[in-house]
Structure formats: structure tokens, C-alpha cells
């Protein structure tokens, strides 16, 4: 074990036995250890194949509320494993790649917000679920797209709000509620990258096509849509709609699962500006393949950590959301 290079590196860098077939080693390290994990839909295919659960950011967050497996391993971004650590301090949460983290997420320093936060103290604090454990910490509720909109409609009219970290959400939220929320101006790298001429030109080659945009995207990009939502409401509009063609607006790993679900539609990943790729892929994200995850899970390591005392007022706004959100049916 070389865990001098491995702490450097962020992740196990051992080599996987040749001729190993990993999804089977994969699936016998969790029943060994009682593992579970976790994927986000941007993760690449074969990590979608072999998770236990597959899902959005709030899914993510519900699941690790309730498993009752020893270690999670999170397939997914840094703070979806402190999201997962902070809601079972008392278990072990494995993340393939240390490295993934998130643009957004890093858009909205700790000690610049708190400041933000110290400015406004008349204001309820509401942060989009991709932030630091240490945002979290000075924050009322935490959301996600999936309920953002009806989190900030069940607090009262005239309450004075801080949204942070995601402008073009929070503008979004702004737009659907009709508040003036005061928004922190942090943004995706990856959907930031949409462009409007790009989707007008795939609409031409598709006449026919529904525009689906997550939420994190410019609203120039938003106003071309006929849904807006987060990944799983996309997907569950995809499901239900009887039209065939759908240009998908959000980073391209979504695409296999609504590929699962709809295998008669045809889903094609909105292009990103400046660039010859098709698809429009979230690097961090990325940085998780099979291989990482069947080390992780053989050495458990690397272990996501949280700072207890950050801890201990960071769980507050993830629980409120999640009460919220189990009120809601959501
Ligand atoms: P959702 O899956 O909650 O829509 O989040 C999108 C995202 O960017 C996660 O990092
Ligand atoms: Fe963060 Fe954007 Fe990647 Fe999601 S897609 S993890 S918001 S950088």
C-alpha cells in the first residue's frame, strides 16, 4: 500500500487485477462490508449499472437518511458525501475520488458568505444543496431543485430571503414564487456553458423537440424550454410526455437513464458553447470510474470527514429540508 501516494493523489491508485471482472468484485465488496452506493445520474454509465440507488441530489440525501448499510459510498460530488456524512456521523462514508468536487460549490467561499450572512441579519438564509458543510453551517434551510420552488413558497410572503450560492436558480425561483430573493452570485461551470444559438440550431434539425433545462442554466437558456426542472423532474417529464424528440439541457449523464426509462425516445444532449463535444460533461463528476470505486470500497479509502462542530449546525437546514420535504410528499 502506497497511501503516501494515495493521500497525494486524492484516491487509491492501485492497479485492479487483470481479467477482473469488477461489477461482479464490486457487487461482492458491498455484501462482504454491507455497503451501499449511492450514484448521482451524472455519474458515467457503468457506475449507474452498478449502484444500489441511482438519483438526484435530494434522492442522495433521503437514501443515506435511511439506509441501514455500515459504509455509503457516494458516487457523486464532495458535498453530496458531506451531505451524507453529516446525516450518519456514525458511519463510513467513502467517496471513489477525493478530487470531485464542484465549481458551484467553490463559487461560494465559507468565510465570504458568512460575511454575506452577517450584512443581512434580518434575512432567512436558503442554500442550494451544492455547498460546503461550513456554508450549511450558517444556513436556516437547505434545498435542492427538486424543491427549492415549494420550500421558498411555504415560508411567508413578506420573509425577507438570502439564496445562495446558484444565481441562475435562485433568478429562477425569483421568476416562479415572485420574490426578490437576495442571491449570492455563484454559477455551474457546466451549465453555464449552454448557449441559446446552439439549442435554436438543434431546434431547427428537431421541429418537433421538447427543450428540457435544468435549472443552474442562464435564463436566456431557460426561456427556450418547455421544462425546467431538476434532473429527476426532468426525467419525469421525459417519462410522461408523448412527444419523441427531447434536447436535454443539463450535463449528458442523465441521458442514460431517461435512454432506460424511454428507450423509444430519442434524447439528444444540448452541445456546449465554444466546443466541438456533443455532449456537455461535468469533469468532476467524471473523475469516478469503476475502477476507483472497486478501490475505494476493497481499502476504504478515501473516507469523506466533517468537522464536528461544523457538523452540528450544518445538519439543522439538511434535516429542515428533509422534513419539508417529506411533508410535501416530495
Ligand atoms: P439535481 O440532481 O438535484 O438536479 O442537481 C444537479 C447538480 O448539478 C448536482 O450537482
Ligand atoms: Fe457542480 Fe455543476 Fe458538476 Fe453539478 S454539474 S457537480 S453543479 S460543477
Same mark, same amino acid.
Given at each position: 500500500m502506497e497511501k503516501e501516494g494515495w493521500l497525494r493523489k486524492g484516491y487509491v491508485d492501485e492497479p485492479v487485477e487483470k481479467g477482473a471482472d469488477l461489477k461482479n468484485e464490486i457487487r461482492r465488496l458491498c455484501k462482504e462490508k454491507n455497503a451501499v452506493i449511492l450514484g448521482h445520474f451524472y455519474q458515467a454509465d457503468e457506475i449507474q449499472e452498478i449502484a444500489d440507488f441511482v438519483g438526484d441530489s435530494l434522492a442522495l440525501a433521503q437514501w443515506a437518511a435511511k439506509t /441501514? #448499510? %455500515?459504509?455509503i459510498v457516494m458516487c457523486g460530488v464532495h458535498f453530496m458525501g458531506e451531505t451524507a456524512k453529516i446525516l450518519c456521523p456514525e458511519k463510513k462514508v467513502l467517496i471513489p %475520488?477525493? /478530487? #470531485?468536487? &464542484?465549481s458551484l460549490a467553490d463559487s461560494c467561499p465559507a468565510d465570504k458568505f458568512v460575511e454575506f450572512v452577517k450584512e443581512h441579519p434580518d434575512h432567512t438564509v436558503i442554500s442550494y444543496v451544492n455547498t460546503s458543510a461550513a456554508v450549511k453551517a450558517v444556513t436556516d434551510i437547505v434545498v435542492t431543485s427538486t424543491n427549492a420552488k415549494q420550500i421558498v413558497d411555504s415560508l411567508p410572503a413578506d420573509e425577507k430571503i438570502i439564496f445562495g450560492p446558484d444565481r441562475n436558480l435562485g433568478n429562477y425561483i425569483n421568476s416562479v414564487t415572485g420574490r426578490d430573493m437576495l442571491l449570492w452570485n455563484g454559477a455551474c461551470h457546466v451549465h453555464e456553458k449552454f448557449s441559446v444559438e446552439r439549442i435554436i440550431e438543434l431546434k431547427r434539425q428537431y421541429p418537433d423537440a421538447a427543450v428540457l433545462v435544468h435549472p443552474e442554466c442562464k435564463s436566456a437558456v431557460a426561456r427556450l424550454a418547455d421544462k425546467v426542472a431538476s434532473t429527476a423532474g426532468l426525467l419525469k417529464y421525459a417519462v410522461a410526455s %408523448? $412527444? $419523441?424528440d427531447f434536447i436535454v439541457a443539463t450535463e449528458s449523464g442523465i441521458l442514460f437513464e431517461m435512454r432506460r426509462k424511454c428507450p423509444d425516445k430519442n434524447f439528444i444532449p444540448a452541445p456546449p458553447e %465554444?466546443?466541438? &463535444? #456533443?455532449c456537455n460533461e461535468c469533469n468532476f463528476m467524471r473523475l469516478n470510474t469503476l475502477e476507483k470505486l472497486y478501490n475505494t470500497l476493497k481499502y476504504e479509502w478515501p473516507e469523506v470527514q466533517v468537522d464536528e462542530n461544523i457538523a452540528k449546525d450544518a445538519i439543522k437546514p439538511i434535516r429542515r429540508m428533509l422534513e419539508i420535504s417529506e411533508k410535501l410528499g416530495l
Open positions: /441501514n #448499510a %455500515d459504509i %475520488d477525493l /478530487n #470531485a468536487g &464542484c %408523448d $412527444k $419523441k %465554444d466546443s466541438t &463535444c #456533443a
